[in-house]
């Protein structure tokens, strides 16, 4: 069974920053693009950023764009979501999943549709 692991989610103020990270798991998803997703209570879950497994591009909702960044920490062997900036709308599960390389990023990259792998989710709070 394949598990992504996401960790970091907190409390923060608005204009604030958090740094979310999601373990993914070694070989098994070399070449994999991981994307964050967020699903707050009473909507669907929509993508956030996406970073390719082939060519490290990146491609963000625009929502956030400009305010969040992806990325890969040390080895490559977890991808963070650097929040900055953060508004009132942003609260909701963070969630990072693995999306098989066979699918184009710049196509299928923030929709939740086609990921294969997903972690349990990690709580983001917005509040002054």
């Known amino acids: 069974q394949v598990q992504l692991v996401e960790s970091g989610g907190d409390l923060v103020q608005p204009g604030g920053s958090l740094k979310l990270s999601c373990v993914v798991p070694?070989?098994?998803?070399?070449?994999?693009?991981i994307g964050w997703f967020r699903q707050a209570p009473g909507k669907e879950r929509e993508g956030v950023a996406v970073?390719?497994?082939?060519?490290?591009?990146?491609y963000y909702a625009d929502s956030v764009k400009g305010r969040f960044t992806i990325y890969r920490d040390g080895a490559g062997d977890t991808v963070s979501l650097q929040m900055s900036s953060v508004k009132p709308e942003d609260p909701a599960v963070y969630y990072c999943?693995?999306?098989?390389?066979?699918?184009?990023?710049?196509?299928?990259?923030?929709?939740?549709?086609?990921?294969?792998?997903w972690g349990r989710g990690t709580q983001v709070t917005v509040s002054s």
């Open positions: 970073i390719s497994g082939r060519d490290g591009s990146r």
């Open positions: 070694g070989r098994t998803l070399d070449y994999y693009h």
């Open positions: 999943a693995a999306l098989s390389p066979r699918f184009a990023v710049a196509v299928w990259g923030l929709r939740p549709n086609n990921y294969e792998y």
